[in-house]
């Protein structure tokens, strides 16, 4: 069973810095994608950025810069973390972790392997 478990948002003020961490359990990670993804509220889901099994990363132009994403593997386990510099309000949302995450129609969750998601606040 694939297990996906979140940790490290929070509420920080305008240019803090939060780091997200993801440790996915329960398959082996050979091909596809780990990811971050968020949805801001009232909006569409998005992805954040994500890496590959190729170490290929990707980031949404509005995050390039800002944010990076970090993937290790440890006991069969992968780890998948996102170091947040320079937050903006717009970065406000619940931001969820996903193996091979698929967003559909705005939504997050469509398909892949998706955790609870954790809550990340930017106040100006």
């Known amino acids: 069973e694939v297990q996906v478990v979140e940790s490290g948002g929070g509420s920080v003020q305008v240019g803090g810095s939060l780091r997200l961490s993801c440790t996915v359990s329960g398959f082996v990670f050979d091909d596809g994608s780990l990811g971050w993804y968020r949805q801001p509220p009232g909006d569409m889901c998005e992805l954040v950025s994500l890496?590959?099994?190729?170490?290929?990363?990707?980031?949404t132009l509005a995050v390039k810069g800002r944010f990076t994403i970090y993937h290790s593997q440890d006991n069969g386990k992968n780890k998948v973390e996102l170091q947040m510099n320079n937050l903006k309000p717009e970065d406000t949302g619940v931001y969820y972790c996903?193996?091979?995450?698929?967003?559909?129609?705005?939504?997050?969750?469509?398909?892949?392997?998706w955790g609870p998601g954790t809550q990340v606040t930017v106040s100006s």
């Open positions: 996903a193996e091979d995450g698929i967003v559909d129609g705005g939504r997050c969750d469509m398909g892949g392997y």
């Open positions: 890496v590959n099994t190729h170490d290929e990363i990707i980031y």
